[in-house]
């Protein structure tokens, strides 16, 4: 008997070490697919995988926050890190980073990233989650609006070079809004 089509088979694991190569790729392809006109071409191209991939080997080998990857058939295709909030503010977790491949946007991919990461913090104790995102990135932002994240005003940041960027928190008030 023949077996059902799985739409959108993919895995999300714990990173490790052995998966710094994978994320340097991703991370530099992303930056490089979702910034371009966002950030200096010169800082774009000047960004080095093997240089990303030496910092995710130190950064795993002694994480203490969350790091998940993304895979599907033809390999990881996204990431996303996480841990106590930047901003102190008790009980909320900050998701850091999420990227995502582009051709892997638009499968559910990201939401399950996002969903996943919130659960990790929340089992360490989060309540509460929030995730930055460029003010000039309105992809991501309706993607976060979309699952329910509330704007907060733009905060000015340093950006590479010295050049200012404005980034936009969302906020999840209620952690669990985020893992059902």
Do not use: C
Request: charged share 20%; hydrophobic share 45%.
């Amino acid at each position: 008997m023949p077996q059902p089509a799985v739409a959108n088979p993919h895995v999300i694991f714990p990173a490790g070490p052995a998966d710094a190569e994978a994320l340097a790729y991703v991370h530099v392809t992303t930056w490089r697919e979702t910034y371009k006109g966002l950030l200096p071409d010169a800082f774009l191209a000047r960004m080095s995988e093997a240089g990303f991939a030496r910092r995710f080997r130190r950064q795993l080998a002694g994480e203490a926050g969350v790091t998940l990857a993304v895979a599907d058939r033809f390999g990881l295709v996204g990431y996303a890190q996480g841990g106590p909030s930047r901003r102190g503010v008790p009980g909320e977790g900050e998701i850091s980073v999420l990227y995502l491949l582009r051709q892997a946007q638009g499968r559910g991919l990201g939401r399950a990233l996002l969903t996943e990461t919130a659960r990790a913090l929340a089992a360490q104790g989060a309540t509460s989650l929030m995730i930055s995102v460029l003010r000039e990135n309105f992809g991501a932002r309706g993607f976060y609006e979309h699952l329910g994240g509330v704007a907060e005003p733009a905060r000015r940041e340093p950006g590479p070079g010295g050049t200012p960027l404005y980034e936009v928190a969302y906020v999840w008030p209620d952690i669990r809004a985020v893992v059902g």
